[in-house]
């Protein structure tokens, strides 16, 4: 059915033009109180862990220049996840990648508040329950070594490292094994503990390639003979033996 435009019985210009009458905008759902709770919780909870994280990283601005401090995203990434600028934020726990002379560590931060923590191998208890930090501890160093091996062409070993922020007692009745635990006011001397594994250049050049995205998503980054990892019970200062 074609319509066709009224042909106006008076000349347009006897009458003024009609006004628009806008359209009347449409209703918002309005949040139920239970939204409102849980938005203002995640709010809450997103604070904290960003304080908790921030009390952390105070301890390393003392460490020097040679040690480099990554946000990296710690969960999977995606070529349609990257373009979301706040996927560092869905975290529910603050982490980062410390890069320096003593290698490279994933360090994964738990706020605990005032409560008391039990520790006892692989096994962390908080309040009657029992968080599993140590293997997602270790989950994100693997994956960060997976990424940076595949990244570099080399194998890079991540160490795991679960830091406590609060103010409650924290009581250890056994270490995990291939997991460093300490608190965040300890965390510094944990880091510079392990000596001199790499070189300063090293560390910045791992450091620029945790910082981009595409190491995250596997991306192909040849060029191994930039990198220099020493072995066990080597340093950076150490010599090579001469042949005679």
Same mark, same amino acid.
């Given at each position: 059915?074609? *319509? ?5 019985? *008076?000349?347009? &210009? ?7 009458q806008p359209?009347p905008?449409?209703?918002?759902? +309005? =949040?139920?109180?239970? %939204?409102?709770? +849980? ?9 904290r $862990? ?7 990283l105070? +301890?390393l ?8 401090v ?6 999977? #990434? ?6 979301d600028l706040? @996927?560092?934020s ?8 410390? $890069? ?13 508040g +005032? ?12 309040n009657?329950?029992?968080p599993? !930090?140590?293997? /997602? ?8 070594a997976k990424? #940076? ?6 194998? $890079? ?13 924290i009581?250890?009745?056994g ?10 006011r /300890?965390? %510094? ?7 001199? &594994?790499i070189?300063a ?7 620029r390639?945790?910082?981009? =995205? ?10 191994a003979?930039? !990198?220099?990892w @020493? /072995? ?11 042949? &005679?």
């Amino acid at each position: 059915m074609t *319509v066709f435009s009224a042909r106006s019985a *008076v000349p347009a &210009r006897a009458l003024p033009p009609a006004p628009v009458q806008p359209l009347p905008p449409l209703e918002a759902a +309005r =949040p139920t109180p239970m %939204d409102w709770a +849980r938005r203002r919780r995640a709010e809450r909870d997103a604070r904290r $862990i960003e304080a908790a994280g921030a009390r952390a990283l105070s +301890r390393l601005d003392h460490l020097g220049p040679s040690w480099h401090v990554v946000d990296w995203p710690r969960t999977e #990434l995606t070529e349609t996840s990257m373009l979301d600028l706040d @996927y560092r934020s869905r975290d529910d726990r603050a982490g980062f990648l410390a $890069i320096g002379p003593s290698g490279i560590f994933a360090v994964t931060v738990a706020d605990h508040g +005032r409560a008391r923590v039990l520790i006892a191998g692989d096994v962390v208890q908080i309040n009657g329950k029992r968080p599993a !930090y140590i293997a /997602e501890a270790r989950r994100d160093a693997k994956r960060a070594a997976k990424a #940076l091996s595949n990244a570099v062409g080399l194998t $890079i070993p991540v160490t795991p490292v679960l830091t406590f922020v609060g103010s409650g007692v924290i009581s250890v009745y056994g270490l995990p094994k291939e997991c460093l635990v300490a608190t965040h006011r /300890e965390l %510094d001397r944990l880091l510079v503990a392990g000596g001199n &594994r790499i070189s300063a250049a090293t560390a910045e050049k791992l450091s620029r390639v945790a910082q981009a =995205p595409s190491t995250w998503l596997n991306a192909p980054y040849r060029s191994a003979a930039d !990198y220099r990892w @020493y /072995e066990e019970g080597r340093t950076a200062a150490d010599k090579r033996a001469s042949r &005679r």
